[in-house]
């Protein structure tokens, strides 16, 4: 059972768009939610967080969107850039299991100049 | 100050050896994190360590997998009798005690190729 989604492997936009890369979840458990950005031959890099007790957090071009209700949190970034090419990862975990994330299997985003 | 580091970022054992993979933590980070990553996959959680102690297993293959997080030195990934199944890459995290446990610092990962 996979506890954290990420429904679509690919997704393509032109320079200067937005992107957005969904994920879903299942655990209601889950307070924390993270992306992370990993490059060919690179470990993850964590991008942007955030906690259960918000619905936004932006931190200059990205923006994650968490809608608890429907499970679903999501990752803006405007406008794209070319160097925004990578594959992103969310991320989930909770309190009482901090050391421990769930990761979905990743969305490749390819930028078009 | 230098990231995680991890060695070595290639590895080629046949099967039946032994696989063992370091990891350096981020200086001043005390949290050790091991995940497994399948071609094609997202990463799966394998353990969680601090120094000396194991505190959580939960994600490693009952058989066959160790690891460690001595008071001196790197974490250590030890994969004895390797099979084929096991090749991947392993990617170690750490994180700081006094800063959120969430935000995992990742390594470049070690690529395990078994023949």
């Known amino acids: 059972d996979q506890q954290v989604k990420q429904n679509s492997p690919s997704l393509s936009v032109q320079e200067g768009r937005i992107s957005i890369l969904n994920c879903d979840y299942t655990?209601?458990?889950?307070?924390?939610f993270l992306w992370y950005k990993k490059y060919p031959a690179e470990g993850p890099t964590f991008l942007i967080s955030i906690s259960s007790i918000k619905d936004k957090n932006e931190d200059g071009r990205f923006t994650v969107f968490l809608n608890k209700s429907a499970k679903h949190l999501s990752l803006h970034i405007v406008p794209s850039q070319p160097g925004d090419s990578a594959v992103y990862f969310c991320a989930a975990s909770y309190n009482t299991n901090a050391g421990k994330s769930t990761f979905g299997d990743g969305t490749t985003l390819t930028v078009k100049p | 100050n230098a990231g995680v580091m991890q060695n070595p970022r290639h590895l080629v054992r046949r099967r039946g050896q032994e696989a063992r993979l370091r990891c350096s933590p981020m200086k001043g980070h005390s949290h050790v994190y091991w995940y497994r990553q399948l071609p094609e996959e997202g990463l799966k959680f394998m353990v969680y360590?601090?120094?000396?102690?194991?505190?959580?297993e939960s994600g490693m293959p009952k058989e066959r997998f160790s690891a460690e997080f001595p008071k001196e030195g790197p974490s250590i990934l030890r994969i004895q009798q390797v099979v084929r199944g096991d090749s991947a890459a392993y990617f170690c995290?750490?994180?700081?005690?006094?800063?959120?446990?969430?935000?995992?610092?990742f390594g470049p990962g070690t690529r395990l190729t078994v023949t």
């Open positions: 995290a750490s994180s700081t005690s006094s800063g959120s446990l969430y935000e995992q610092y």
């Open positions: 655990n209601s458990m889950f307070d924390y």
């Open positions: 360590l601090q120094k000396e102690n194991i505190i959580d």
